[in-house]
């Protein structure tokens, strides 16, 4: 992913589920987040969103966190960042790598961030340069062609994305913080007829595509 709260505004309730069921799961994160505090400073920032993430990342079951330290909003899809998902990929050696959604809107009116959409699209070209990639890349994002089921894990979403409580505070003053991640969480996984009306987060298969 490419920010500290990007797992959680979308695939925390699954990640519970997995890490719950004795599945291993790595995050690897392009940056810090240093300029995701609104008049907060960057050196501050940084640090304060990585612990955030940590505490995050634990209450649903992950324990390796890497952060990359390339710059906040101003991610590109370069040789360098290709060149680290790379390495990163082969040494975790993943049967599976998810990440964030490659597509211009989240739906109308909802743009996705450049961050978002260049960071996707060096994960997709570092997929396809490697010799033996992971079994399957997937996108968290509308229009899944593949859903995990988690209800019974609504709760654990909830907590993770709490725990990004001064950015929450910051992003929205005047709404309590676990209101806030209750309402993200809910957005993100909607009911879904093929699970049985079941709370549901989605997934788009990149690769393989055949």
């Known amino acids: ?12 309730a699954a990640v519970a589920k997995w890490t719950s069921q004795g599945k291993k799961v ?10 995701g505090i609104a008049g907060m400073a960057p050196e501050r920032a940084g640090p304060l969103r990585e612990d955030e993430q ?3 990342a634990a209450i649903v079951g992950v324990e390796d966190v890497q952060f990359w ?23 975790v050696n993943p049967d599976v790598v998810v990440t964030i959604y490659s597509g211009p809107e989240w ?26 990639p992971p079994r399957w890349l997937f996108e ?19 907590a993770s994305l709490a725990a990004h409580e001064n950015y929450l505070r910051v992003l929205d003053p005047d709404t309590p913080v676990v209101e806030q991640a209750r309402r993200q969480v809910e957005m993100a996984t ?7 009306g079941a709370p549901t987060v989605g997934f788009i298969l990149k ?4």
Request: hydrophobic letters at 30%; charged letters at 25%; glycine letters at 10%.
């Open 190 to 196: 909607p009911p879904h007829s093929d699970f049985g």
């Open 69 to 91: 330290d390339f710059p906040d909003s101003d991610i590109h899809n370069t040789p360098e960042l290709r060149a680290k998902i790379v390495d990163t990929i082969t040494a």
């Open 54 to 56: 940590r505490r995050s």
């Open 207 to 210: 690769r393989p595509t055949a």
């Open 26 to 35: 790595h995050y690897a994160l392009a940056c810090r987040g240093e300029r």
């Open 140 to 158: 968290n994002g509308p229009g899944m062609t593949h859903g995990e089921a988690v209800d019974g894990f609504l709760d654990h979403a909830v």
């Open 107 to 132: 739906g109308p009116g909802a743009p996705n961030q450049r961050d978002h959409i260049e960071f996707a699209k060096a994960v997709a070209q570092s997929y396809d340069s490697l010799s033996n």
């Open 1 to 12: 992913m490419p920010h500290p709260d990007d797992p959680e505004y979308g695939i925390g």
